[in-house]
């Protein structure tokens, strides 16, 4: 099983990034994907959720209205398109699948000027 993030970097306020989860390893259209993030001195938060068809997608409060997930199972891969981002969405940002709990090595959102 693999999940492989990618598509974070540095960026200015107000900015956009979009992130890619490559999946691998198990029936990707079976799971529910999740997008989670870390910042430093905190703990683990949800941000985005999307259910096996994607046509059921959940956010964060702080998230809601400049994130947008998506998935295509197809390509077994589950997006996160960040929009407007501050400095306080700056985190290692993390894919899962569920139920199982597979998780990648995540990737780095840095987001100043």
């Known amino acids: 099983v693999q999940l492989v993030e990618s598509g974070g970097g540095l960026v200015q306020p107000g900015g956009s990034l979009r992130l890619s989860c490559a999946a691998s390893?198990?029936?990707?259209?079976?799971?529910?994907m999740r997008w989670y993030r870390q910042a430093p001195g905190k703990e683990r938060e949800l941000v985005a959720a999307?259910?096996?068809?994607?046509?059921?997608?959940n956010y964060a409060d702080s998230v809601r209205g400049r994130f947008t997930i998506s998935r295509d199972n197809a390509k077994n891969t589950v997006y996160l398109q960040m929009n407007s981002l501050k400095p306080e969405d700056t985190a290692v940002y993390y894919c899962?699948?569920?139920?199982?709990?597979?998780w990648g090595q995540g990737t780095q959102v840095t987001v100043s000027s």
């Open positions: 899962n699948a569920w139920p199982e709990g597979y």
């Open positions: 390893g198990f029936t990707f259209s079976r799971h529910v």
């Open positions: 999307i259910s096996t068809g994607g046509g059921s997608t």
